[in-house]
């Protein structure tokens, strides 16, 4: 199993067609949580503070996903429905296809944290 040591490692790994769009999450999340730190955990990089993981991302064969608490998840269902995404109780899976809008990211990004209480 590889590691990665930070957010570029991981993404220069990922498939090439997946790279520009977890550059721009990347990015997004940055945006969304400033002053969050830059995490890997569970050989996925992530924002969080201490051992709280607000938000993580991730590339797979066919698709990528971002990671986020249950309930930021189940608040924003209809948002991930409109944007023609699928979720799992606490991921939304997108694809250079069906990419997921930067205000969708800032709200799951938002409404993760505010769980989390961090």
Do not use: N, W
Not at 52 to 62: E, L, Q, T
Not at 82 to 95: H, I, P
């Amino acid at each position: 199993m590889v590691t990665f040591k930070d957010h570029d490692a991981y993404i220069a790994a990922a498939p090439e067609q997946f790279r520009p769009m977890l550059v721009e999450l990347r990015s997004q999340l940055a945006d969304a949580l400033p002053d969050a730190d830059e995490l890997i955990a569970y050989d996925m990089p992530g924002f969080g503070f201490g051992t709280s993981i607000v938000a993580g991302y991730a590339a797979f064969s066919k698709q990528c996903g971002l990671y986020v608490e249950k309930g930021a998840i189940a608040a924003h269902r209809d948002d991930i429905a409109a944007a023609g995404l699928k979720a799992t109780k606490t991921g939304v899976t997108f694809s250079p296809r069906q990419p997921i809008p930067d205000e969708l990211v800032t709200k799951l990004a938002l409404a993760s944290r505010k769980e989390l209480g961090v």
